[in-house]
C-alpha cells in the first residue's frame, strides 16, 4: 500500500474490539468502498496514561500485537500505530491534522467521535477539526453520542466481567471469546505429577488483562485443530504459594508445545482457585473439574 492512495481514517485506542467498535469499523469500510478508497485505523500505543501519568497499573484488553490482528479481521486494510511520546504529546493540533493526517496517511475521510479531541492538552475539538476539514480538503462522519456511549459502556462492562471472572459476560460483549497469548514455558511439572499435565503459559506484556484467579474452560489450536482445555489461573495454594501462574490442561493432548505461542480463548469459569487438605483432595477435585469441562464442551458442540 502506498502511503498516498487515499484513505478512510478512524481513530481511536480501540481496546477489545467489542460490538461497539465493530460498529464503527463497518462503516469505516464501508464508506471506503462506496468511495474507493482504503480503510484504516490509526492507534497509539502505548496507552497516554502510562507515558503522561507513568500509570504502570492499567490493564488493557488487548496487546497491540492482538489489536492490530483483531482490526484487520473486521477488514481493515491497515493499522498505523503511532508510539505515544511526550514529543507526540506536543504537538499542535495543526501539526498533528497536517504532518499525519493529511501529509502522511492521505487522509480524505475520518470518522470520529462528537467527543473527538487532540492536539497538545488535547485542547482542540470536533469543531475545531471541522476547520482543519475545509483547509485540507476532507469530510468528517461523526460518530453518534449514543454509539460512543455503546463503546465506553461496554469497555467498562468487559473490564469488571473479567476481572469478576465472568468470560462469559465479558464475551457477549466482545462478540468473541476473550483470549490471551503467549508462550509455553517449563514449570515445575507438579501438574503431571497430579495426572494433569500443564502448559504454563508467560505473557510478556504486563499491561494485559488477566481474568480473576480460579478454573476456566479454554479452546486454542494446534495444527489447525482446535483443542479444549481447562486453566487455572493463581497461586496453586494446596502445593505451595509459588507466586501467580498461568496453567492449562488440554485434554486428550500429547504433544511437545515448549516454547510455542498459544492463542487461549476463555470459554467458562468453572470454580474460584481454593486451597484442599492435602494432594488427594485437589486431583479428586480436577477430575470434577474435567468432567463438568468435557460435558459443557459437549453441550456447546451438540
Known sequence: MTSKSAKVTTIGTFDGIHIGHQKILKKVVKLADKQGYIPIVLTLFPHPRMVLQKDDTIKLLNTIDERIDILKSYGIADVVVKEFTMEFANFTAKEYVKSILIDELNTKQIVVGYDHHFGKNRSANIEDLKEFAKAYNFKIEEISAQDIKDVTVSSTKIRNALNDGNVSLSNSYLGYNYFITGEVVKGRGLGRK?????????????????????????????????????????????????????????????????????????????????????????????????????????????
Open 194 to 302: 497430579l495426572d494433569f499435565p500443564t502448559a504454563n503459559i508467560y505473557i510478556k506484556e504486563s499491561y494485559k488483562l488477566i481474568p480473576r484467579d480460579g478454573v476456566y474452560i479454554v479452546k486454542s489450536r494446534y495444527n489447525n485443530n482446535s483443542i479444549f482445555g481447562m486453566m487455572n489461573i493463581g497461586t496453586n495454594p494446596t502445593i505451595s504459594d509459588k507466586g501467580r501462574s498461568i496453567e492449562v490442561h488440554f485434554f486428550d493432548f500429547n504433544h511437545d508445545i515448549y516454547n510455542q505461542n498459544l492463542k487461549i480463548e476463555f470459554i467458562k469459569r468453572l470454580r474460584s482457585e481454593q486451597k484442599f487438605k492435602n494432594i488427594e483432595a485437589l486431583k479428586s477435585q480436577l477430575n470434577v473439574d474435567k468432567k463438568n469441562a468435557l460435558d459443557y464442551i459437549k453441550k456447546m458442540n451438540e
